[in-house]
């Protein structure tokens, strides 16, 4: 009678032990299942401000008179939600007074979308304050853009520009 006792208590902790694994392994399969068609909820913009201010510049380059960054400052450089800045860029359209090939053409801004804002006006042919040491060639001025806006998504892509041209 103790052999039949102790094979049912035998099996009955196997059985257990079985039970208990197959709802182990069943959570673990729906959980897996759960992470894998889920998508990731949307997070601050993955651009750190040098990459879009490297961004920006490299949007400008082609429409600058100098081709030189160093002739070029960042005024401003921040994070905005679209709805606080998309007028600066609605009716913008390239004339082709600032020289340069034409750019694409602005995306539509989203007001609810945060963005990479960048402000870049050209520096002084000349410094002010005292006579500099020459250290190097002079800055070219940049005869035909005074200042500069961008638009980044959180990707880096240019969203928006509005060039402020000089006409002669």
Known sequence: MTTA????????RCGY????????ISLLVACGRATA????????????WTQAEDLAWQALEPNS??????????????QVLGASVAEEFEDWIFDGACGGPAPQPNRSVDPTETYWYVVMEPQPATPSGPPPVPKGPSKVPEPSIARALFLLDEYGQVI???LTCIVY
């Open 65 to 78: 008179a100098s081709h030189d960054r160093a002739n070029w400052a960042v005024v401003e450089a921040r």
């Open 5 to 12: 006792v102790a094979r049912a208590e035998v099996l009955a």
């Open 17 to 24: 032990r079985v039970t208990v694994h197959i709802v182990l």
């Open 160 to 162: 928006a520009r509005a």
């Open 37 to 48: 068609t889920s998508t990731p909820e949307a997070g601050p913009p993955r651009l750190h």
